[in-house]
Structures are given as structure tokens and as C-alpha cells.
């Protein structure tokens, strides 16, 4: 399938207040709605992905995999504030009539999810059978699994957190002050701040491998090199792919969007707003992911009703849940064979 687009002309009230008036949804679809329409699966995609999770998700999401189009309908949309579609720093802003850079309004996790909703409106969806997301998306389908309860009948979350940590943020403004050492991020041009973003990249990605999976990709096999190693290379070749394929500015907006998350938040606690869940909850942790330590998924197992825990261990730190598709394959099989009815089953997979 091929991307969609889905305009909502009223525009969104954010949850700063603020309004976008002009809203724009970019989304990928794949499958039919069945007679019962109850074969929905909604994926909620992370920081600088898109909606096209076959490609992006293969292993996973495909025609011979666990979730395909034969027997679900599948929907993946752009996040706001992402620049593959939906409305974002790059796209006019209707009063001035220029890209909107850094006159953007900040976007929180809920108003994702609230642009999420006027989408599953707009393609007449009431009930959705699955939700699944890993990091920021995670943090997507945990809120919309709150604000409605009743539409969401399971949820896998995968390598996420209830509230972003005080270590996550700090990543976070590692990355920003990267890209604000570039002047031209202020330029207000649209590559502008690339050179910054390159360096935040290369910042990231030590949050998303870690120590075991440099040595195990990266390791030199020649004891007498003395340059050029392999994981400057690896460091430099992600930093300009991504350079190729987004824009500082969504990076910037983005990363200050994952900072505000707490479902906590105006719902008398993180504790309380957990308690609110219905679905039959699926939590996969990382047993090496420095990013979102397992600890937080463990945290969101014991206060989510009908919640079940599954560990993956792999060396590929937070990026497993990208990697590790054959691991995630077999949890959830296991997860949907397991009848929870308010029990906790914890499940484990180890590779």
C-alpha cells in the first residue's frame, strides 16, 4: 500500500492549549476490516520511523508473518510532529504561509494519540482488537489505552515506560544541544541543523546499543589498526542516513515530545492512570536495553490490571524490539494462547 493522506480541516486543539489549524495525517493501511470489523491492529510507531511498518517491521509485520494483511487490517499512521506525511515543523504554517521550523507548537504523546483518534474516526473504526508500539510509540498506545479504555482490547508494549526517566531526558538534551551547536538550525531553512543532527544520531545510538553490541558488530579483527575503526564508521554512516531521511526539527520536537511523557499526569498519578487499563496487557522488556531499563516494564506489569511480562534477552540493547523479530513472534503467540481474566501469567523468553 501505498501512503495515504487524511485531512481534518478543523484542525487539533493541543494539549498546551495551543491550536494547529491545519492537520494533516499520513498513513499506511494493509488488509481489510472483516464483516465484524474486530480485526484491527494499530502499530504505533517510534521516534524517527513512519508508517510503512513492512518495511520498517519485517519479520513481524509482512505478508508471511505473525501480523498480516490475510487475516488483520492493519493501520500504522505518521506521528505528528514526524515529517513523512503528517503535519510537522516543515509543513506551512497557514499564517505566515512559510514551514513553520521552530515557530511549531510543542506537541505532547496525547496529542499523537488524539491525531491517532481522528484518524480510526475517519476510516470508521470503533473497536481496535491490538494495539502494539515499542519506545515512543509504546508510550502512544500505553495513553490511548487510558483515554479509552473500552476501544482497546490488547495491548503489547514493548521496551516503554509510563513516564520518560530523568536518564532518558538527559539523552534527550545531549542530543538538542548537538543540534544547537549547528547555527544553522536557527536559519530557519529546511536542512537546516543537519550537521547537529548527525551528531546527535551518533549520540542515540549509544542509548540504543550499548557496550555488548559494539563489541560483538563493531570489534576489530586487526590488533595493529590504530584508525579508521569500525565503529566510527558505523558512527558516521548512521548519522548521515539519517541526515538523508529527516530533519532536525521534527528530531527537536520529537525528543521534547518523549521528555513530557507521563501518563501521570492530570489523572491523580502514574499508578492511578494504570489502573484505568482494560486491555489485556502484553509487556516486553529488554534485558540489555539501556534507554528504557527493564525495570520500567516491570513497573508497568505490576500496576496494569490484566498484565503479563515476557524478557527478552538480547545483546542488541533497546533496538531489539526492531531486531529480535522471531523472539517477539513466538511471545506473542505464547501471550494469546494464555487466558488472563485478571491473573497475573508471566511469561519468559530467553534467546
Excluded at 180 to 189: G, I, P, Q, V
Aim: aromatic share 12%; hydrophobic share 35%.
Amino acid at each position: 500500500m501505498s501512503l495515504q493522506i487524511f485531512k481534518y480541516k478543523p484542525g487539533l486543539k493541543l494539549e498546551s492549549g495551543k491550536k494547529l489549524r491545519e492537520l494533516e495525517i499520513g498513513y499506511h493501511t494493509y488488509g481489510k476490516l472483516n464483516k465484524n470489523r474486530n480485526n484491527v491492529v494499530w502499530v504505533c510507531h517510534a521516534l524517527t520511523a513512519n508508517s510503512d511498518v513492512f518495511d520498517w517491521w519485517k519479520g513481524l509485520f509482512g505478508e508471511d508473518d505473525y501480523f498480516n494483511p490475510e487475516e488483520h487490517f492493519i493501520v500504522c499512521a505518521n506521528i505528528l510532529g514526524s515529517n513523512y506525511g503528517t503535519t510537522s515543523p516543515l509543513s506551512k504554517n497557514p499564517v505566515t504561509g512559510l514551514p513553520y521550523y521552530l515557530a511549531f507548537p510543542q506537541i505532547s504523546v496525547r496529542d499523537m494519540v488524539k491525531a491517532h483518534q481522528l484518524l480510526a474516526e475517519h476510516l470508521e473504526i470503533d473497536d481496535i482488537k491490538i494495539i502494539i508500539g515499542g519506545s515512543l510509540g509504546g508510550q502512544q498506545a500505553l495513553e490511548w489505552s487510558i483515554i479509552e479504555p473500552e476501544r482497546i482490547k490488547n495491548l503489547i508494549l514493548i521496551a516503554t515506560n509510563a513516564r520518560h526517566s530523568p536518564w532518558g531526558i538527559a539523552f534527550n538534551e545531549s542530543q538538542r544541544l548537538a543540534i544547537t551547536t549547528d547555527r544553522s538550525f536557527y536559519a530557519n531553512k529546511r536542512d537546516g541543523g543537519a550537521k547537529g543532527m548527525k551528531a546527535a544520531r551518533s549520540i542515540a545510538l549509544l542509548s540504543y546499543r550499548g557496550y555488548k553490541a559494539y563489541g560483538v558488530t563493531q570489534q576489530e579483527e586487526n590488533d595493529k589498526k590504530v584508525d579508521d575503526f569500525k565503529a566510527s564508521s558505523y558512527q558516521n554512516y548512521q548519522g548521515d542516513k539519517l541526515v538523508k531521511r529527516f530533519n532536525a526539527y521534527s528530531y527537536w520536537y520529537l525528543t521534547k515530545t518523549m521528555d513530557s511523557h507521563n501518563v501521570g499526569r492530570g489523572r491523580h498519578g502514574v499508578e492511578k492512570a494504570l489502573s484505568l487499563i482494560k486491555a489485556k496487557t502484553l509487556v516486553i522488556g529488554i534485558k540489555s536495553d539501556l534507554l528504557f531499563p527493564i525495570e520500567e516494564q516491570q513497573y508497568l506489569f505490576r500496576h496494569i490490571p490484566k498484565a503479563a511480562f515476557a524478557e527478552l534477552d538480547s545483546f542488541y540493547g533497546h533496538d531489539g524490539f526492531l531486531i529480535e523479530t522471531e523472539l517477539l513472534t513466538n511471545v506473542i503467540t505464547s501471550f494469546f494462547k494464555t487466558d488472563v481474566k485478571g491473573k497475573i501469567i508471566e511469561l519468559q523468553q530467553s534467546a
